[in-house]
């Protein structure tokens, strides 16, 4: 039973002697940056993750944070975006997930405070729209809900839209709830089926969109059965019992513990609702910032009707 | 000045005399159904409205009725759209409108409401699988929220998923206040340039999507300059003064009365929060009905509520 | 037929020439300050408003101003506040109104951006707690949610939390429509019967809840009716008709035009939603700044756990 | 460490051979009714629950049962009800938690379902007002939000309104994951400190409040450490370790697995936006039928303006 995570950071975590892997780790202005490069197709089957690159950005304490630190994470993330995007063309945002599914709605939440400029050219005066950067979005919703694939509905506009990047953001799972709502992945792979809390059916990346995807999230929840297996590990380690022998029967209890007819149950803050809403604003500010480096922040504001 | 309505019945009510326009009465189960045909090209311009086949389905109590009344609106609906939907094929439903207006959501709410199959087409168990017919759907928003087209996204989308045709909900603005959440019109000329609560700017047709485009819509709103154009032109009626010199007055003193800095002024129900779902509701049982004639409605709400 | 407005200086406007009645308009950051004072018991009784102290603040274009005079706005709400506030003791704000209902939702908005702190005394530390002032807020619904009247659920709040004074917060109706959003009413005299968009049926007053209440109220709909009669009397006045004359025929003529079986129709802007949003965002800034006068702006948005 | 939940029953099954507590279990429809009743003050302390009656319905694969089996479990709801609401007076049902929390919104999901007739007194015609029992209804919001205890304003509105009995609805927490969303909890005991998903400060009970207090709640979520603590439970006594010499060991253990900045984490369906959906509406529906015996079905959606 191999645990799973969307974070690269914590795949590598699990895998620490690989070769076709490269790791930095900075830190700036209370932020942990770890660069994590798969280079290898070796290195890729081992984590589960394609080959490129994975920036993760964790503040423990962001939502507890002031207003300063959270615009430095804004500004991390924007600089971070600006190293992958194209520098000209414009661009088009995808709120992955379902906006009905708390946990699973940052995309939609991301969208929606999102500056949209595309329609914007042919109306504004001209000094201005000359730093406009042409930006579209759109949350196309889960196929429980419209039948149709992400990915399929994500292809059919971006072939009539023609972006020169698609920048897809979605709500992931990870290993360690520490890691909820505090790190924010950005990679150039794009989106990898079965990943995401929604688990997509189809990815979205540069073979199925025809333009690059660069891909932003956040882990939003830990599945109930990490939970259980962590706290068997450590035991096993703490009595000395060797983890090998007992790997099977520990699948068969965490099954037991955890089973339900629910789904999947998982492991979330209890005041997730609350808690989405901060993280999409950061990742909004981020956004904006680097789809607009042309724009000050009070005109982005101003643009996009945003209450002060 | 000449005053909008999305209507056909309205437009007409307005030139009665016009040849190439047909229009019949029905009476049933409390419901008045009127059936306008628009059929030469000079009707057409004369109504502002393409030529084709308007069906209104009015029932003037339907928000206060009984259970079984809005059950046989919801039957008229369904009725109305078997006639003009293609026999085979898959469909997929476009809820117009920004779902964050209350008095334009009403498409993006009846999509909430609707049976989709499409996706369970390999996952059902094959006596269910045969009486399905594959439904889509989607609100793709609007274009001050997105940057795109609703015409634009939806062309892509219809490209990829093929469907035999597409049925667009729409919130509609009328002439009269007394039609608002009162009456449902389907027609088989599609969405056009203008329409909707929220003005289109690109219509939604056979031409545009090449795909059939049936139509259905319920008035929200009437806007404010035409109660004040009605006052004003029963009271010249009344005291005996010839419209036709006062006509250029009128218009001024009713942009002075209606005036204002926020976009356009609209009359509206004070509850129409809650109006609109009840309509949603309405309008989504005579679409599943229609879509899926061969499920009982036990089954239509069993499989609609249910994902697990 | 008086036609009803809930502002004060609207009131006034329509009866010139009263005594017992004093007006000022004051002028400063944009903004247009009318302190109206009614004196004497003939003057109420005319303009069908209790004695007592108005402050109308009114800019025109605060929706589509920048970020320095919403602010400007909200301290001007903030000093208004301060004057008619009781120096000492806990406050109580009340969002009166249907969170279901946009046109009437003001209050419950308000009510969600308030920084709340009555129930931080005892856990805060020692040097911030000295500096806070103790707020209370409730949201109570209305009657037809609650089966209980708005007023009869506060004075039971009251009477156990027995705060110094009480701020109420409701959307009213105004006579012109370019007050919609854009005017704030503060006044000492409390809610009245039958005022707000939702027509309470009993006040909030001193004299009902036994300690002063203060009320701010923001237009946010136009009687259709008034709408009507304005272009009626318009015309009248510009074809040389005496209005007096023809007042019967005016009212019987408006109730033909405005009726409907809906309750009452509303004039309001087609983007109500996205404007309640930020009307309350300004008045909940402004209250935040009156009721802790000796936060800053940083501390009031970290306590209030408030996104950049 | 005791591993809380707010489920008698499984209270009880992790004390088995305590004396004082009787205990039945009936099948009738697919539901298994478990009635637990707590006699001595010894059984109580053991049981960290007050002496009174408590009855579990419970329903494990309701979520996915058909409309027959949801109205089945909504009738058992209301004829447990009925035996514990005194047989004449109004009533008041008070929904608790915060209406912004998905897993503590319960309480509020159900007050906005039911049928409110406290005011409906004067106005509604004789016939139908004598088959009408007074219901009225308040979701009065969480500390947090307030400001002030729920307790303290149940408190304040009770003594103004004097019903016969409150009704209080609310989120709760179990032991066994299986649990959540499948079972409906009734006790004559009320609200205890602690108790539910928001762990209400103060209880809600005949004491405090001056009447009888049914509490009606759900399982919505299970605390993170549950789950871990139980797969170590099974883990040692598979393998033959004593559980009593390890458990402070496993209590360090589970801490550290589980430890984050972000509050309480829950175990929680991924759906459980739906899934509260879901559970409010058979909730409701339960409570009217049991509020309202005179009514008929028809009669109850058509007073509270449900659509069909």
Redesign the interface.
């Known amino acids: 039973m191999q645990i799973r995570t969307d974070l690269a950071m914590e795949s590598r975590d699990c895998a620490e002697e690989l070769s076709g892997v490269t790791s930095h780790t900075y830190r700036h202005d209370g932020i942990e940056e770890i660069q994590v490069v798969i280079e290898s197709e070796e290195a890729a089957r081992a984590l589960n993750k394609p080959r490129g690159r994975y920036i993760t950005l964790c503040h ?2 962001i ?2 944070a ?2 300063r630190e ?2 430095a994470l ?1 500004k991390a993330i924007a600089d971070t975006l600006g190293q992958l995007l194209p520098p000209f063309g414009d661009l088009m945002v995808v709120g992955l997930g379902n906006r ?5 709605a940052l995309g939609s939440r991301v969208v ?1 405070s999102l500056l ?5 050219m042919d109306v504004t005066e001209a000094e201005l729209r000359t730093r406009l950067r ?8 889960v ?7 992400t990915a ?2 994500v ?7 023609r972006p020169a990047a698609v920048i897809a953001i979605d709500a992931l799972a990870a290993r360690e ?2 890691r ?3 790190t924010v992945q950005v990679t150039d792979t794009g989106i990898q089926p079965g990943s995401g ?1 929604g688990n997509h059916r189809l990815g979205l990346t540069k073979e199925t969109l025809g333009v690059p995807v660069i891909a932003v999230g956040v882990p939003m ?1 830990v599945y ?1 059965a990490v ?6 590990s ?3 380690s ?2 000395g ?1 060797p983890q090998e022998e ?1 790997a099977q ?2 699948d068969a ?2 099954a ?20 989405v ?2 993280v999409a ?2 990742l909004a ?1 981020g956004l904006n910032m680097a789809l607009q480096p042309r724009l000050t922040e ?1 005109e982005i ?2 643009l996009s ?1 945003d ?2």
């Open positions: 423990p304490a939502l507890h002031e207003a959270r615009r804004a009905h599914m708390t946990a699973d929606e949209v400029t595309r329609h914007m042409g930006v579209c979005a759109a949350a196309p919703g196929l429980g809900v419209t039948g149709m694939e399929e509905m292809q059919g506009i971006v072939e009539r839209v709830s520490g909820i709502c505090t809390v929840v109930a939970i259980a297996r962590d706290a068997l450590m035991l096993l703490d009595v019992l007992h029967a520990m209890l965490i037991k513990v955890v089973q339900n007819g629910l789904g999947d149950l998982v492991v979330t803050p209890r005041e997730v609702d609350e808690l809403g901060r604003r950061i500010d009070e504001q101003w009707h209450s002060p």
